[in-house]
Structures are given as C-alpha cells and as structure tokens.
C-alpha cells in the first residue's frame, strides 16, 4: 500500500513508473470518495418506480413514470393478488379480493420487480447512512443527509402500501412482492412494460423486516418529522403484532418462474430478532427488549465470513445494538461480538492476495460484491465503537478490491478506476442491447464474481472452469455476474460515506468512536 500523506500536490493523472511498467493513472484526493458516495446514491433515483425522472445524471436518463398505470403499461395503482393454477399449488388456500394501490418504491435491480425483503435491507443500510452522517459529521452532511431522507421516505412510503389493510384476514401482514405476471421485455424502460402485475402473498419475513426497517425509520425521522415518525412506528408495531399471528407463512421458492425473484426464506428467527431489535431502538419498550434478549440470535455467532444479505439479517440487529443500544445490559458482549466478527474478516483479509475479507471455499456466490460491501461494512462498525484504526485500514483495502484491485484488474463501479464495469444487464440502462436506451449510469456495482450455478437461471458456459475471481463477465447477456441491485449499491453508499468522513484522520490520527 503506498502512503501519500505527505505528497504536497493533490489531482488526478498521477502514476508509478516501475522498471518495465507503468501503472495505471489515479487520482491522490484528501477527498477521494466523496463523489462515489453521491453517484452511488443517485442510483437510487433513477430506480423510482412511479414517479417522473428527470435528467438529473446527464442526458438521456429522464423517463416518464414507470408503472403509474398509463398505457401500455398497467402499472401498480390497481394490482390484484395473482391467480392461477401455479398461485394455487404455491400458496394454497390464499385467496385475496380487490385492488391494491403499490405504487412508488425502488425497482429491486434489472428487473421491475419491488420486493420487500430486499427493498428492506436496502432502505435500512441508506437509513444507516443518515445516522453515519450525522454522528460523524461529515463534510458530506450539507450534501447527502436530504437526498438520504428523500430517498429512504420514497422507499418506506412504498414499504407501508405492501402492507395488507384492515377487513383482510392477514390486515397488517406485508405482501412479499410485486411484480408482473411474466418477465418484463428486456430491454425496455419502465414506462413502457406491457406486462400486467400482481401481488403475491403475504409471508411473514417480509412482514417482520418491514416491522424492523419501519422502526428504525421512526428513530431516525423523529427529529426531522415527527408526524412521519409516529407513522412508520405505528405501521412498524401492526406488522409485528401480525407476524405474532401468523408466524408460519414462508416465502417459497419458486425459482423465478413467475416474472419476479423468489426471495424465499424459511428461517426467520433472524427476522423476529431484527424486528424486536428496531422496535426496541425506536420505542424502549421493556416487551421488545425481552423478545431480542430472549432470542437465540442474541447470542449466536452473527458474522459469517461469507456475508450477510435479505435471509441474513441477524448481523443488522447487531450492529444496531452496538452502535446505539448502549442501554442494553449487555452491551459490552454486543460490541465485542462485533469486533470479534470484524477481527476473523480482517484475518482472513490478510491471507487474501487482493485484500478483500471474503474468500469462500465452496464457491463465490451471486451479489459477491454486495457480500464484499456488507463485510466492509461489520469492520466498519468495529472502528466506530473503538479507537482501533486498524479497522479502518481494512475497509479503505477492501474498497480498492472493487475498485480494480482484485484478479481481473476490473473495477465494478461504474464511472470509477481505468477499466470499469460499463455494460451492466439492466433493463432500462439497456445502451448496448437498444441505442436508444442510456448506458448505466455512474456509482452502479455490478453483482460481481459468481462462481456458483443457479437453479433459477442457467449458467453461463463461458464461466465453467475458470478460477472463482475471475467468474465475471461485463456483458448485458451475464445476469449471473452483471446485474445490479439496490441491496448492492446501498452498502457501496455507506462505505463511500464512511471512507469519505474518516478522511483527514486516518492513517495520522483515529477518529473518535460514536457517542454510545
């Protein structure tokens, strides 16, 4: 790692000049990630889903709303719960009348499905964000904290329609997803998808994290919007006292058949320990602190090496109780659990010849950079409820594997490094597929090496036998290794925020951990 503190001119075109070789150019910044962290969440935006999007990112972006109901498209302002033969053998005895208004929310990748879980997880690490910016007070603060706010209440308004209404036997139950009845034409914008929509059934996973990511909006917007507040905390209670009747109905597995991803998940006691987490967080009642205490979660092992994701969600609950649970009793074992999560990543990190904290040995999984991110982000939170800036070297390592630092020399970041990812499988970024379509745009992660076959798509033969880092294609055609997602590029936004508010502090000095 080369140390450029005491360089005393900043700017982009820099190089190394070796014996035989010269180094690719870079840029030497005290500010170097601040605009990643703008562009990754721009990409938000542009994942709207019925809202008019304007040419904000450049020319070429701008569209109409995205299933708003106008012809062609049928929209999600009167979806019906889908039916059939195949609804029926997958959710039997599930019948549900009338039409729903599901508008708004983030389109979950390069589909137009809206999915609850992922969306979730997603709208929790952006709410993440807004509370990083705030603790550290980061130069970032002015720039990013309204964009935060908008996007997240964009995201949860859509979060509070998937939940059911009252006078319907599951009334407070989160509807899983959302999405059409076959895939949507690829590719094609938003606005034009011919495809009609429906509702699937309510599963108590996607209730629960609605239950969590609503709670810790509650926290997070009672200072700005009390009013707000008080709703998302209100919808946030109702879908817990759901789950408590209906604790059984499990996501299956359909393996995308039907037009949409599954996001099937029949282990949810990570999801009640979330769920109890937040609402604790959010409210202090004693009843939610017995829940989370008397949890099994509470005491596992919450940091598996190999990341956690939407199925995964002890890890969040975690790291919420170290960053702001410092009323609870066992605090002290809450951020040593962390640290000793963060301690096996950086281990294992080290052993890595590129310096990401990720290596599986049975296989790099899909979303491996998300996997990458979310790792980042665990060691991360080490740092911030220490004074260990060891921790903070890691992540600033681990960020430079994405960047290009890794067994491809390929950055994933749109925008960003000498060779970047630029034709990522997206519908409406579909540039190489139409012309008429724009290219993705800056601050998007592509889902990265995928090493795994999947039972819902067929693997792509130009992948088999190579070595697991290197099972990347920047192709439109690769969905397997170059789709992107929105529980990607969220973690991307809090590390980018993270790098950018310890910058002028480390490597000289440590920042000071959270006020806990």
């Keep these: 790692m080369l140390d450029f503190t005491h360089l005393d001119q900043q700017g982009a075109g820099f190089w190394i000049d070796g014996l035989t070789q010269r180094s690719h150019p870079f840029e030497v910044t005290s500010r170097l990630y601040d605009r990643l962290a703008g562009d990754a969440l721009g990409f938000f935006y542009l994942m709207r889903s019925g809202t008019p999007i304007v040419d904000s990112v450049g020319p070429g972006y701008g569209r109409p709303a995205g299933h708003a109901g106008q012809p062609p498209n049928r929209g999600d302002t009167t979806v019906r719960a889908w039916t059939g033969t195949d609804a029926e053998r997958l959710y039997p005895g599930w019948h549900c009348e009338g039409e729903f208004d599901l508008s708004g929310g983030w389109y979950d990748a390069g589909d137009y499905g809206k999915y609850v879980t992922s969306g979730a997880i997603a709208a929790w690490q952006l709410l993440s964000t807004l509370d990083l910016l705030l603790k550290t007070q980061s130069a970032l603060n002015s720039k990013l904290a309204d964009p935060i706010r908008d996007e997240c209440r964009w995201q949860l308004d859509w979060l509070m329609r998937m939940q059911v209404p009252a006078g319907d036997p599951l009334f407070g139950m989160a509807f899983h997803r959302v999405h059409g009845r076959h895939w949507s034409p690829m590719p094609g914008w938003a606005h034009e998808d011919p495809t009609e929509r429906v509702v699937h059934r309510p599963s108590t996973g996607a209730t629960l994290q609605l239950a969590a990511v609503a709670a810790q909006g509650a926290r997070l917007f009672r200072s700005a919007d009390p009013g707000y507040a008080e709703t998302l905390l209100t919808a946030a209670r109702a879908a817990y006292e759901a789950a408590q009747r209906h604790p059984d109905l499990i996501a299956p597995d359909d393996h995308a058949h039907f037009g949409g991803g599954p996001y099937g998940d029949d282990r949810l006691e990570d999801d009640w320990y979330w769920a109890a987490v937040e609402l ?136 960003y490094g000498t060779d970047y990812t630029a034709h990522q499988r997206t519908r409406q970024f579909g540039h190489d597929l139409d012309p008429a379509l724009p290219l993705p745009p800056p601050g998007a992660i592509a889902g990265g090496a995928n090493s795994r076959p999947s039972p819902d798509f067929p693997y792509d033969s130009r992948l088999l036998g190579l070595p697991p880092q290197c099972c990347y294609l920047d192709e439109p055609t690769s969905e397997v290794t170059n789709d992107v997602c929105i529980r990607w590029n969220a973690p991307l936004v809090w590390i980018a925020t993270y790098l950018s508010a310890i910058s002028g502090y480390w490597p000289v000095s440590t920042p000071e951990p959270f006020d806990i």
């Design 280 to 415: 604790w967080l959010a409210t202090n009642d004693d009843r939610y602190r017995r829940h989370l205490m008397s949890s099994p979660e509470h005491v596992t092992d919450a940091f598996d090496v190999t990341g956690f994701d939407f199925d995964r969600v002890t890890a969040p609950a975690r790291l919420d109780l170290a960053l702001v649970g410092g009323d609870l009793a066992d605090h002290a074992q809450v951020i040593n659990s962390v640290r000793r999560g963060a301690d096996r990543l950086v281990e294992l990190q080290g052993h890595q010849p590129w310096g990401q904290p990720y290596a599986p040995t049975d296989g790099w999984d899909w979303g491996s950079n998300g996997r990458i991110l979310n790792n980042l982000v665990v060691i991360a939170v080490a740092h911030l409820v220490s004074e260990d800036s060891r921790y903070a070297a890691a992540v600033a390592e681990g960020m430079d594997y994405l960047l290009g630092r890794n067994a491809l020399g390929q950055s994933y970041i749109t925008g």
